[in-house]
């Protein structure tokens, strides 16, 4: 991508305080599909706003536990891309750099970054569905999923925030305080529908933030943006950083 507009490239030159939020389209180069790629399988028929609830866990727990423990392998499988690399690269750049991600993939710190808030928890994490004691050791063995904790004795659940529940509060008050403290804030690969992550880019723009989505197409951000970078996060965000360079 070479037509990256100088004036971004000039603030990104002035700037001291970097934030950024991720989505799942940062890792759809790594080949983890995304929420809005069509469910595949045996999940086909659901959406993930349907499976991502404690509702569905209750109704169902071995089908959100198989579910989970599919994407958990993919997860383990995947490889950073140049997307997360390049920010990785770019958080050695500025005095103040924060990385906030929906992504409970892990891909972030694997590609390098060091200061990382997961907003929705992590897949690889487990833990008790009633005390949320998390599992210590490896997931138990067992004949008829989910497992259960060793300890507590009761159903393991992945450690992700599904909906209704309540966001981690540090991570959620670091991230909304690096939101407003941005001197640009880079919105990347989400759809920009689900709170209270969605609310940290135009928050940061209201505080006077230059805000840069990058997204192969057009979000209900898009018209709040500075830049709106219409490119893959793989192709765009290394540009940014040979920009940089
Ligand atoms: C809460 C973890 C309160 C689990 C997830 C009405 C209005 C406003 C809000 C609500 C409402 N009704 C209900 C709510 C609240 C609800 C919400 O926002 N619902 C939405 C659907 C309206 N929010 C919640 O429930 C949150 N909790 O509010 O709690 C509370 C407070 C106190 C006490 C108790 C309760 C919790 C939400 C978290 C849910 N968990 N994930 C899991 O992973 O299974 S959500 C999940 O989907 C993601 O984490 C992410 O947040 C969300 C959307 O996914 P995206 O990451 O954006 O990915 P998506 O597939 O949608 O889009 C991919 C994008 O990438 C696309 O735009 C695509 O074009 C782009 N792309 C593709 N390829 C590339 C690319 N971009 C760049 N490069 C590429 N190569």
Same mark, same amino acid.
């Given at each position: ?9 000039? &603030?990104?030159? /002035? ?5 950024? !939020?991720? *989505?799942?389209? =940062? ?5 983890? @599909? ?89 897949? &690889?994490?487990? /833990? ?5 004691? !998390?599992? *210590?050791?490896? =997931? ?5 999923? @989910? ?99």
């Amino acid at each position: 991508m070479n037509d990256l507009p100088k004036e971004l490239i000039e &603030a990104l030159r /002035k700037a001291k305080k970097v934030a950024v !939020l991720t *989505g799942a389209g =940062i890792s759809a180069e790594s080949k983890i @599909p995304t929420f809005r790629d069509a469910m595949t399988g045996l999940w086909a028929s659901f959406s993930p706003e349907e499976l991502a609830t404690p509702e569905a866990f209750a109704r169902n727990p071995k089908m959100v536990w198989d579910w989970y423990a599919f994407r958990r392998e993919m997860c383990a499988k995947a490889l950073p891309n140049p997307g997360h690399l390049a920010l990785a690269e770019m958080e050695k750049h500025f005095e103040q750099f924060t990385l906030t991600t929906q992504n409970v993939d892990g891909l972030h710190q694997r590609a390098g970054s060091r200061r990382v808030f997961e907003l929705h928890g992590s897949i &690889a994490r487990v /833990k008790c569905a009633d005390t949320g004691r !998390l599992l *210590g050791g490896e =997931i138990p063995e067992c004949d008829e999923p @989910p497992p259960l904790h060793p300890e507590t004795g009761g159903m393991l659940r992945p450690d992700v925030v599904w909906f209704g529940e309540a966001l981690p509060e540090q991570a959620l008050l670091e991230s909304a305080q690096a939101a407003i403290e941005a001197d640009v804030y880079f919105t990347i690969g989400t759809s920009a529908l689900v709170y209270p992550a969605a609310g940290l880019p135009i928050e940061a723009g209201r505080a006077g933030a230059v805000v840069v989505e990058i997204n192969p197409i057009e979000t209900p951000f898009t018209q709040l943006a500075t830049f709106s970078l219409r490119g893959k996060s793989g192709e765009v965000l290394p540009a940014i950083v040979e920009a940089l360079r």
